[in-house]
């Protein structure tokens, strides 16, 4: 008798909004959500819930503004950006593009209405 294969587990979430000014939305946005600043990565602004609990919040600081992107969107944290992209495709959704910083990667995507969210896969984690 075969074992039933489990669902894999939600991905993780993390919303970005893009920022003139991420100092500003940064200090914004972490007294709105009760959220701490918990430094910065490159062009990113990182807040975090105070318990751990909740999406993370990236301040993404950008040149301009393009009528055609998203001020915010969602990053989907999985394990294996691939094998999710193909799922997601499958679902109606559309690959534009990938990008990277430093050692993350991620697959930019649009849902079924043009909305834009990334995949990400994390780096493996370092054992020290």
């Known amino acids: 008798m075969t074992k039933p294969t489990a669902e894999p587990s939600p991905p993780g979430l993390v919303v970005v909004i893009d920022a003139l000014d991420s100092a500003l939305l940064a200090e914004f946005w972490s007294s709105a959500l009760r959220y701490e600043q918990?430094?910065?990565?490159?062009?990113?602004r990182v807040l975090v819930p105070p318990s751990g609990d909740g999406?993370?919040?990236?301040?993404?600081?950008?040149?301009?503004?393009?009528?055609?992107?998203?001020?915010v969107h969602l990053d989907l944290h999985v394990s294996d950006r691939e094998s999710e992209t193909r799922r997601l495709i499958a679902k109606g959704a559309r690959r534009l593009r990938d990008g990277a910083l430093a050692e993350l990667r991620w697959i930019t995507m649009a849902d079924p209405?043009?909305?834009?969210?990334?995949?990400?896969?994390?780096?493996?984690?370092s054992s020290p």
């Not at 918990?38 to 990113?44: N, R």
């Not at 990236?58 to 009528?67: F, M, N």
């Not at 209405?113 to 984690?125: C, H, K, M, S, Y």
Request: hydrophobic share 40%.
């Open 38 to 44: 918990q430094g910065s990565v490159a062009q990113f």
């Open 55 to 71: 999406p993370a919040v990236l301040i993404q600081q950008v040149q301009g503004t393009d009528a055609s992107s998203n001020r």
């Open 113 to 125: 209405e043009g909305n834009i969210f990334d995949i990400v896969e994390d780096p493996p984690v």
